[in-house]
């Protein structure tokens, strides 16, 4: 019977592999199918499904009952029949429920009265209706909320208020932690305080960084700080006195025994007291798991996730400074109510425009703490400032809240206020637009944004200060506002920093126009919508891929494969045009249609009517191979135009290939695991032929993975135009550049797509040129041979 049910819930896939409907599984093989078969998942899902169907042969429909009729009351009527062993109410309490019997002889006595009636109501009795069995997997906590901060779902909420300000006032509430996120995020920082008070006396567990400084993300990470001092303290002080008798050994004593007495905490290294905190959350911080101390980051930390909340986080013991920084950016959120919607509608700019990302080991992006402290400098350069420097923080600080921490002078008022109304009467629509004017040409490297001052400060003289000494300089030099030797964008190389300040363009030249000022009436994406795309159009002519045509391209099989003209440059152009088409939909499964061909004028014309075009493609069919369509008058006497001198042409600009391109699936998602389900060891990974099929079969293998049947709609659309163009080192050097077009209602699936293709399609093109035989390339069997 389990092997028939087994049987029944597996489909076979093409290529060998196997898909499991039950549990929602693709497999690549058999011997995998049959591992899944035995596996935990399977086993429970069919036992759950099992107990289900047993339930529905010994369970009965009622309805007809008053509004207001319990479950005792129900179960009561029908035990006289037999043994009830559960009711199931509707939702509403009166409309309907299922009453689940002992057995199927129950069943039988109670569908053998022909009339059943309780509290002189009628009742309508009937078996339960047999569903197929479907497994919903329980939905983890935020899952809801994390679809509602999705790019489309985010669009739709924006694009229905009134102004930007208003916009971006609901961001700020779309994106902050609700209530019970919060709540969560307490309890188990109190869940923390109690296991490491049990092992650490008097230590002390405090959050810092998003969870509480004002601007947090619904599931990001939980910083906390485990500050020791008071237990360094306390295991001294237990040294300098005798051990109590056993009989009067206190709790205290007994936890400083058990795991204090094997580490000095003043002399030990903070990678040995890590340790230790990675041990206590291992053995005794319940639903904590994936525990890993990280001793090389500039801050060593002890990483961990939480199981039932998902929810990931970090402790470290050596970061006091993140808790002043916290403390002053809560203080900066309090002073002015403009700055957290101005720092969330930046942050999420700034990701979607593949500037920023919290990064696990770091990376060439900005971190949402550079960006706000951007954000701050800004603020406070304004006239009249919105924001007060640091400096003048201090000014405003009682004689008794001078604070030091490691050093550093990290004072300022905690009561808010103490600080004067700003009186900068700028909307938040306005300041966003003028981040980006003011950003756009800021000399970024020739200077140090110094928030404690509120100015940028003259590199030469700042390197010659104590600070600056060990300030690390780079495209970027964004000092913190307490620890004055560390620069928050040390990581951001070069290019990042010019992508900055050409998205930054964009941006200052998109809030100039009526789309980001106004509302659309016609219902089009506007404001914050238009100006979060990754592919808006001012952005959209950096969306380049340059292909070069590598000496596989550049040789063919036979001088009768030459182009027609004479010139082999445009064979190879070809060439490369098709192995283009071919990764791009017999390798990734994109649906691409050819949009035009031929030189640029040809295609680009906006005279051209629909019967000049299909008389156009009618007299293509007649000069296969010519560089440009026969024209219409040309066309009607048959004879192809003259052959221009090689003089008079522009070869390498003149030609052009566009593509319309549709996805459906996410191909570019966890292909390292895919490959190495296909991967058969004796296969050698450098053959060509092997690496094309095989790159297909994971693509195909990730689209069965999200479903065995394509979707209605793409996932997202896109435009390749495929040109020729002088690689640098004249005629003899020439390269093939993509240009890619996202449609602008997806930008935010095409992104991470065209990341992925960087450096994909470069290569596959190449192992298709040096696979393939040439003569599928020439023009006259681009079309047949290669799909477009």
């Not at 049910?5 to 592999?17: F, N, Q």
């Not at 400083?256 to 040995?272: G, K, R, Y």
Request: with cysteine; proline share 6%.
């Amino acid at each position: 019977m389990e092997e028939e049910g087994t049987t029944a819930d597996v489909d076979s896939l093409p290529r060998g592999a196997f898909r499991c409907r039950l549990c929602h599984v693709t497999v690549a093989n058999k011997p995998s199918l049959e591992d899944h078969l035995r596996g935990k998942k399977h086993q429970r899902l069919e036992n759950l499904r099992s107990t289900r169907q047993s339930q529905e042969l010994r369970s009965i429909f009622v309805s007809g009952f008053q509004k207001g009729t319990t479950a005792l009351e129900l179960s009561s009527y029908f035990e006289t029949y037999g043994n009830v062993n559960n009711v199931v109410m509707d939702k509403d309490k009166g409309v309907y429920a299922i009453v689940e019997l002992q057995d199927e002889e129950v069943l039988q006595k109670v569908l053998a009265e022909p009339q059943h009636s309780l509290g002189g109501q009628k009742l309508r009795v009937k078996p339960r209706e047999k569903k197929d069995f479907r497994y919903t997997p329980p939905k983890k906590q935020g899952s809801a909320r994390r679809e509602l901060l999705s790019p489309e779902k985010l669009a739709q909420n924006v694009c229905q208020v009134d102004d930007v300000d208003a916009q971006m006032s609901l961001m700020v509430q779309l994106f902050e932690f609700s209530e019970s996120e919060q709540r969560l995020r307490d309890l188990l920082v109190k869940l923390f305080q109690e296991v490491f008070s049990e092992f650490f006396p008097e230590s002390v567990i405090l959050p810092f960084g998003s969870s509480v400084n004002g601007f947090s993300v619904s599931g990001c990470d939980l910083d906390l700080f485990l500050d020791l001092e008071k237990t360094k303290n306390f295991q001294a002080s237990a040294k300098k006195t005798d051990k109590p008798p056993a009989e009067e050994e206190t709790e205290e004593s007994r936890s400083e025994d058990s795991i204090l007495s094997d580490i000095d905490l003043v002399t030990a290294t903070v990678p040995e007291i890590l340790d230790l905190v990675a041990t206590v959350l291992q053995k005794c911080a319940p639903g904590v798991h994936h525990v890993q101390v990280v001793s090389t980051a500039r801050r060593p930390v002890v990483k961990f996730s939480h199981k039932e909340s998902g929810l990931r986080g970090d402790i470290s013991i050596n970061n006091k400074l993140a808790l002043c920084n916290t403390r002053y950016l809560q203080l900066c959120t309090e002073a002015d109510e403009r700055v957290r919607p101005l720092v969330y509608a930046v942050r999420y700019w700034a990701k979607q425009q593949g500037l920023a990302g919290n990064l696990f080991g770091g990376g060439p992006l900005l971190n949402n703490y550079a960006l706000t402290l951007l954000v701050f400098f800004f603020l406070q350069t304004r006239s009249p400032p919105v924001l007060p420097t640091v400096a003048r923080l201090k000014d405003l600080s009682d004689d008794g809240e001078v604070t030091v921490v490691d050093g550093w002078d990290c004072t300022f008022p905690k009561d808010p206020a103490l600080l004067q109304p700003s009186g900068n009467t700028e909307s938040c629509c306005s300041l966003l637009a003028e981040f980006f004017r003011v950003f756009e040409s800021y000399n970024f490297a020739g200077g140090v944004i110094s928030l404690r001052e509120g100015r940028s400060l003259p590199l030469s003289d700042f390197l010659l200060s104590d600070a600056g000494r060990k300030f690390k300089v780079g495209p970027i030099n964004l000092q913190d506002p307490f620890e004055l030797s560390h620069n928050v964008a040390a990581n951001v190389n070069e290019k990042t920093a010019l992508r900055l300040q050409r998205s930054c363009q964009d941006a200052a030249k998109y809030c100039r126009s009526l789309q980001y000022q106004r509302k659309s009436s016609k219902g089009k994406t506007w404001g914050l919508v238009r100006l979060f795309q990754p592919g808006s159009p001012q952005a959209a002519e950096r969306l380049v891929i340059n292909l070069p045509l590598t000496p596989a391209a550049q040789s063919p099989a036979s001088p009768s494969e030459l182009h027609p003209s004479g010139d082999s440059s445009q064979l190879w152009f070809w060439r490369v045009c098709a192995g283009i088409s071919f990764v791009l939909q017999d390798v990734l499964k994109c649906k691409c249609l050819e949009k035009s061909q031929g030189s640029k004028d040809d295609w680009e014309s906006p005279d051209n009517d629909p019967e000049e075009e299909e008389l156009e493609t009618k007299t293509e069919q007649l000069s296969m191979g010519s560089k440009r369509s026969l024209g219409i008058e040309e066309a009607e006497f048959g004879s192809p135009p003259a052959k221009r001198p090689r003089t008079q042409r522009s070869l390498p600009e003149a030609e052009s290939v566009t593509w319309d391109c549709s996805a459906w699936h996410r191909v570019w998602l966890g292909r390292r695991r895919v490959r190495r389900q296909f991967s058969s060891p004796g296969a050698d990974p450098k053959t060509t032929a092997d690496l094309l099929e095989l790159e297909g079969k994971v693509s195909e293998a990730i689209s069965q993975q999200e479903g065995p049947a394509r979707p209605l709609d793409p996932l997202f659309g896109f435009t390749v135009c495929a040109t020729i163009k002088d690689g640098g080192s004249g005629e003899h050097d020439p390269q093939v550049s993509l240009n890619f077009t996202p449609d602008p209602e997806q930008g935010a699936f095409f992104q991470d797509f065209f990341h992925f293709l960087q450096g994909f399609l470069p290569r596959m093109v190449e192992q298709y040129l040096t696979n393939k035989p040439s003569g599928l390339h020439t023009p006259e069997g681009k079309s047949s041979q290669a799909g477009i």
